[in-house]
């Protein structure tokens, strides 16, 4: 699996460090998305995909 980010789209609202943040982090400036681990493995997959139905301005997907 690979998490994809679209920096573009993301509104800052923070979902995805809230429900992962070993995955997510936010830019300090901005507050957009910074992944933290682009590949995690397979055990990280359930929160990976809550991440991701969880953002507002749907600017993650996964991959793989």
Partial sequence: MK???DTDKCVGA???VR???EL???G????VVVVLDAE???A????A???VDLCPARALSLTG
């Fill in 3 to 5: 998490i994809v980010a």
């Fill in 14 to 16: 923070g979902q995805c």
């Fill in 28 to 31: 300090e400036d901005d507050g």
């Fill in 24 to 26: 997510f982090d936010q």
């Fill in 44 to 47: 990280l997959r359930p929160v």
């Fill in 49 to 51: 995909d809550e991440a």
């Fill in 40 to 42: 995690p493995g397979d």
């Fill in 19 to 21: 429900t992962a943040p």
